[in-house]
């Protein structure tokens, strides 16, 4: 069933199959090539990988572990695996990729830190990642997303990030990018922009796979050491998809692992009641990649609703659907509801409350257990902690803090 | 009637935007590319508006095709955008437009928009669509021309000039591929950032141009930023001509429902295009 990706994605145009590439303004593309070779160069310096290593594990504190959920496991009849990326520092994975692209930037000679963010996570990893290597930064959030992730506003903030509120459009993460985008053209000189997830003009989604991958490499280690083979499934949340990318880079080419990737099915099938971007959408060029997006007829880019702001994305990075073209990873969508209950779900019987994005992988966990045999192994992502989202949690149900 | 532009940018056809720029080249006159989003504050205003500027001395109008995610533009702009789309604006409409105002008057027209909305329209399908009512070229403002050749093709067959941009940070070898590669005029973004007025004119301006033109043999329109006659004059001045649409597009919000809407804008148009007709 599972096929092989081709040996080297992207191309050297910043493709995978027909989508990705780099469709920006034009302003942008020197800053893109600089960023591109910068990237190249540094990825080659062992004086610059050493350094990124021993921040993630001095600082983030990886490796992070792989929790063999007991509970889980017997209710299903699989051994489920949880990568535990709610422990690295400042709760999510988000934090692998803002400390690398900051590094970089720094390297680069860049002064200033730009970065969008929609659950607050990448924002809080950018302005922590910021804090410590000492670049000034500003965080663009949608206003609807502020007030859902309140106090992620207030731990950037605490960290020395300026955070501007996005009132455009549905005051969402893709109105966040179109802000953080303007920024960037007028400022490119001096300024990076720190792209939070596996999506954007080429190189972000290469470079953010690069600095995410570390997940997958070190679940490969952790699951051939607990159970000497490798997993039957991996199972991951998908926004961007840069938690997802990350696990599965390094079991690319084993072929018998299979890849599920989970969208948000939020409240209902109607366009604008999810973001659910390969049940609903189709291929498009949006924010500097050509994939699939949720648009109307016209090609106007829709409002999109999750519960979780992390997957409130019209757009799906490239080489996740790449890797649905070539069968090589299936997609599967989980609703509000059912993310909910899955949340409810990890806190009862493994004592973790995961991230509302995260709970919607551990929400199609039953559906991919049932796809594998008797017995089989699956690691899901746990992509960060729920605390976040607790205030949020206790609001949709209802219940006074 | 027209027909297609073919080959290398130094080549003029009988394209509207090619033949009115070339036209006021050979004169010594500077040309004035005005820009309106169409569909704001509806389209039976855009049509009146663009026959207006016709009377009133501009060159070429640049007309927004809406977009819901314009990232580079600035607030003016996307405000345009978002109320012309309440509107209905559709791409469909915009051709309708076009069609409407080549029954009345020879403006050179050129559709500006981004990637998408031609992509769901289906590329032949807009080029040919557009073509057929009249547009003379169309700029994408998110692409850059290597990313799609083919689809650059698909629009100069159908007699259509594809604009490109420069912009100040484009090295003096890209300078040379973008100017190959566009057609009718080449768009130098004058300054770093999105569009939207600015006080000043970038210091280096002329230098500038006179960097972008050595490369080009393509007439050099200058936007971005320009707000008043003076700057229009100053910017046509550095180069082939200037382009002003923020200005205008903030002039349509104030006056969108006036009845003396056309008579405004179009009045400012004249301001500017005989700002920019008057550098010698």
Known sequence: MAKPAPARTPDRHGRFGPYGGRYVPETLIPALDELESGFAKAWRDKGFTGEFRRLLADFVGRPSPL???????????????LKREDLNHTGAHKINNALGQVLLAKRLGKKRIIAETGAGQHGVATATACALIGLKCRIYMGTEDMRRQAPNVFRMRLLGSEVVGVDSGTHTLKDAVNEALRDWVANVTDTHYCLGTAYGPHPFPLICRTFQAVIGQEARKQILKAEGRLPDALLACVGGGSNAIGLFHAFMKDATVRMFGVEAGGRGAQLGDHAARFDGGRPGVFQGAATWILQDDAGQIQGTHSVSAGLDYAAVGPEHAFLRDLGRAEYLRCSDTEALKAMHRLAETEGIIPALESSHALG???????????GGIVIVNVSGRGDKDVAEVARIEGVAL | MKSEVR?????????????RLQANANAGRKSFVAYLSAGDPHLDATV???CAFDAAGVDVLELGVPFSDPMADGVAIQASYERALKAGATPRGVIEAVRRIRARCELPLLLFTYLNPVLAYGVEAFARDAAAAGADGVLLLDLPPE??????????????ATVCLAAPTTTAERRRFLARNSRGFLYYICRLGVTGERAELPPDLAKRVRELKKAADIPVCIGFGISSPEQAAQAAAAGDGAVVGSHLVKLVEQHGA???????????AKAMADAVHSVG
Not at chain 2, 9 to 19: L, M, T
Not at chain 2, 147 to 160: E, I, N, R, S, V
Not at chain 2, 258 to 268: G, K, Q, W
């Open chain 2, 258 to 268: 006036s009845p003396d809407l056309v008579a405004v804008v179009a009045a400012r």
């Open chain 2, 7 to 19: 080959g290398p940018g130094s080549e003029v056809g009988p394209n509207r935007i090619a033949a």
């Open chain 1, 364 to 374: 199609r966990l039953d559906t991919v257990c049932e796809r594998l045999k008797k």
């Open chain 1, 67 to 81: 929790t063999f959920a007991a509970k889980l496991s017997k209710e299903t009849g699989r051994k489920v695996y």
């Open chain 2, 147 to 160: 990313q799609d050749p083919a689809m650059l093709a698909t629009l100069q067959a159908q007699g259509l």
């Open chain 2, 48 to 50: 009146e508006l663009a």
